[in-house]
């Protein structure tokens, strides 16, 4: 008989793993899908296994990056967890609504994990290092984990503001941290070992510093009250049936029972209220109750994580290529066409983005998708994961459609809903055009409708500002000007095709702030 189980993904999307059964003799299972954030999942596949050893209840239990589940919500079709158990309470609120629950199941304070050698500079372990010390001292190489992505990056911008409340000191704490903001905290921990750009510390979760420490690790926690500890939110979604609402609350009682809690202490884990069921000292973190203190409203998260985009330059850009038969022209004195130049400078400029940043790339024409002008050529990824995956090979790749049109309007307005119904805060979020022509897609919107709904959907609290290039003597400046104003965006022109890429490069550096 098999009770449980646990499936994995590395991917942006939600995947079905195999149906389980719980005990014999039912005449009918219950089926709950329970997607959990990657570091808490294995914990609640065991706990769930043994309660539907004694019950009608299966459960599957998925590992999910909550931005993957938060995107599984806003989409249509697709298969949907009934559970959703995220790192923070923040994660919730920005990614779902008609939550039924929402009680912690656990906790994590967001600690500096720092390297036996930079704690040692720092008194320890005579004395535990505060986060004042870790972010003022000289000589420290300091890590971030992305705070538009990871909430332990967000909840250590609140605990750095109160550790150097001095708004210069805050700002050069930040300006400190930045150039080593990566995506993900599995790629800090790698940092510690790479010769060529050692950190001496970066926030983590404690509990990814205890399992780093149960594997040989030396890592020393310093720790900032005011910084709010990762709460593990079990909610029950919206979709679910009465059945599936039963079956879920079994799970959340197993969780925080006796066997649940310990389980949980195992991996790393606290208790809601912030008590550690472990010895500490021999892995590096304090024993001590650490209460998660209050958290911050809606409005200071988005004023912190827009001050960090601002020092941080971290875009995220849906960047709309022109494939039309236009493109094809070859450019006079070169040899090469508008597409291979324009292809070219955008596989370039992926280097102008830091890591973090996170980039689309769409194609158009016309018709290029059964009736639509546009299609997805790389789906949005950080960066640093397009070029490790060939990006910039397959931006030299693409290709005009020798008999396509310029379906401009269309596209442009498909690609801004969709970046402000996704629009993340700690970003700037960003529409880039590229495109050599005008519209000429007659069965399409027309420019006074577009221009309409686009000073509609635009929004001052969650800003996508459209960023027009472009290309050649054929553009019409005037026309990108006017999809761009609504959305207090800006025109770059490259009326010299052989000039894309100094133009592009100015479009972005200004943008980014490079």
Request: hydrophobic letters at 45%; proline letters at 8%.
């Amino acid at each position: 008989m098999i009770a449980g189980v646990l499936v994995l993904l590395g991917g942006a999307a939600w995947a079905t793993g195999a149906v389980v059964r719980g005990r014999s003799g039912c005449d009918r299972h219950v089926v709950v899908r329970v997607a959990a954030a990657p570091a808490v999942a294995p914990v609640v596949a065991q706990v769930a296994r043994r309660v539907a050893q004694s019950g009608c209840a299966a459960f599957e239990v998925n590992a999910v990056d909550p931005p993957a589940v938060a995107q599984s919500l806003t989409r249509p079709g697709g298969v949907r967890p009934d559970v959703w158990i995220a790192e923070s309470a923040w994660q919730l609120r920005r990614g779902v609504s008609g939550v039924a629950g929402g009680s912690s199941i656990a906790s994590s304070p967001v600690v500096f994990a720092l390297t036996a050698q930079a704690a040692a500079g720092l008194g320890w372990p005579q004395r535990a290092p505060g986060w004042a010390e870790v972010l003022t001292v000289p000589g420290l190489t300091l890590g971030l984990p992305d705070p538009g992505r990871d909430p332990a990056g967000l909840s250590a911008l609140i605990g750095i503001r109160a550790a150097v409340p001095a708004p210069d000191g805050y700002a050069a704490a930040l300006r400190r941290l930045s150039p080593n903001a990566l995506p993900a905290t599995g790629d800090l921990f790698a940092r510690l070992g790479d010769p060529a750009q050692p950190l001496s510390g970066f926030p983590v979760p404690e509990n990814a510093l205890v399992r780093h420490n149960d594997r040989g690790g030396r890592l020393v926690a310093s720790y900032q009250p005011e910084a709010p500890a990762l709460d593990y939110p079990f909610a029950v979604l919206g979709g679910a049936g009465e059945d599936q609402r039963a079956a879920a609350g079994q799970l959340r009682s197993a969780l925080l029972g006796l066997d649940g809690q310990n389980a949980l202490a195992e991996a790393g884990f606290r208790t809601p209220d912030g008590r550690y069921l472990r010895d500490g000292a021999t892995l590096g973190v304090s024993s001590r109750t650490q209460p998660p203190p209050p958290a911050p409203a809606d409005a200071d998260v988005d004023a912190l994580l827009g001050q960090w985009a601002r020092i941080n330059s971290s875009s995220r850009a849906r960047v709309l290529i022109d494939v039309s038969g236009s493109m094809n022209a070859v450019v006079p004195g070169t040899g090469r066409t508008r597409m291979q130049l324009t292809t070219d400078a955008a596989a370039r400029a992926l280097g102008l983005f830091q890591p973090t940043s996170e980039i689309a790339v769409w194609e158009f024409a016309t018709r290029l998708d059964d009736d639509r002008d546009y299609r997805e050529l790389l789906p949005l990824r950080p960066v640093s994961e397009q070029l490790a995956a060939g990006a910039a090979d397959r931006l030299r790749a693409i290709e005009p459609t020798p008999d396509g049109a310029t379906g401009l309007y269309d596209t442009v307005l498909a690609a801004y809903r969709l970046a402000s119904a996704e629009w993340q805060p700690g970003r700037l979020n960003l529409v880039i055009v590229l495109t050599d022509g005008r519209n000429d897609d007659a069965e399409g919107i027309g420019r006074d409708a577009l221009v309409a709904e686009l000073a509609r959907l635009a929004d001052p609290a969650r800003p996508v500002a459209i960023v027009g290039i472009g290309i050649g003597p054929d553009v019409d400046v005037t026309e990108l000007a006017a999809i761009a104003a609504p959305t207090s965006g800006q025109v770059f022109a490259a009326p010299d095709p052989t000039r894309i890429t100094d133009v592009f490069y100015t479009a972005l550096a200004r943008l980014t702030g490079a």
